[in-house]
């Protein structure tokens, strides 16, 4: 595997699979102790076309994130020396767009809940099916970089809040918002619904593309990061309409 590099350029979606807009393989560093588990996962990742990278150690994963430039990340939370949640905070300084799908063998809501809090885009727990890991991914990688393909126009406002589609650039105020590929996809969809309620399974329907497990309180979980970073300090634009969802109007 060759070890040049270059920065990150969006993905779409082409026959056979998804690719970055200059033809070549999404990049995907996959970290975990277990070599059996790597292999696994490399063999089926590249059968999606994709080109893999294995690390087995915290430290080695976080200086093959910097040179590798992954588009995406399966990330173990159990690591030999530091632990899935530092790695992804180290990571997040230089890629902050790149999302991560954690593995973990705790199956504790509150130990799941807290990889996602780290910011985490969604997590599986061991035992799982490749299959399982690899439509996660899809569905991370379109969601982080693909643009709306039903938009006409890629700006959506409401108010003084703006999101750009094929950017990722979100403003309030014309002040910049640095979102999360989950917490982008999460607003784009309240925004392309403007004071619509949303039920939480709808949400979980359209931004996770599945059930969650009926995990509902994960939407909650980013109902709560978005207005920290939306609403602090400002009139709220994100309501909750008890017992029916959320919805998202212009601030009064």
């Known amino acids: ?7 990150q350029a969006p993905v779409r979606q082409l026959a056979g699979g998804i690719r970055r807009a200059d033809g070549t393989p999404v990049r995907v560093l ?5 070599s059996t ?14 080109d893999v990278r294995t690390a087995a150690d915290g430290r080695s994963a976080v ?7 992954p588009d995406a990340i399966v990330l173990d939370i159990m690591l030999p020396d530091i632990d899935g949640l530092q790695v992804l905070a180290r990571i997040r300084e230089d890629r902050p767009e790149a999302p991560v ?8 809501l509150d130990d799941r809940l807290k990889g996602l809090t780290a910011g985490g885009d969604d997590y599986v727990t061991k035992p799982f099916s490749l299959e399982e890991v690899v439509a996660r991914l899809r569905g991370l990688v379109r969601r982080s970089t693909l643009t709306s393909a039903s938009a006409s126009d890629p700006v959506i406002e409401i108010g003084d809040l703006m999101l750009n589609e094929d950017s990722h650039e979100v403003t309030r105020a014309g002040e910049p918002i640095e979102l999360t590929a989950t917490e982008f996809e999460l607003l784009r969809f309240l925004m392309r619904n403007p004071r619509r309620v949303l039920s939480k399974s709808q949400i979980l329907d359209r931004v996770w593309s599945y059930d969650f497990g009926g995990r509902s309180s994960v939407v909650e979980i980013y109902i709560s990061y978005l207005r920290k970073k939306i609403d602090a300090g400002r009139e709220p634009m994100i309501h909750t309409v008890r017992g029916a969802g959320y919805l998202i109007k212009q601030a009064v």
């Open 101 to 108: 799908l954690f593995l973990t063998a705790k199956d504790s």
């Open 63 to 69: 200086a093959a994130a910097r040179e590798f430039r």
């Open 37 to 50: 588990l790597t292999d696994l996962l490399q063999m089926a990742l590249r059968y999606e076309g994709w």
């Open 1 to 7: 595997m060759t070890t040049e590099s270059t920065d």
């Open 30 to 34: 996959v970290v975990d102790d277990e």
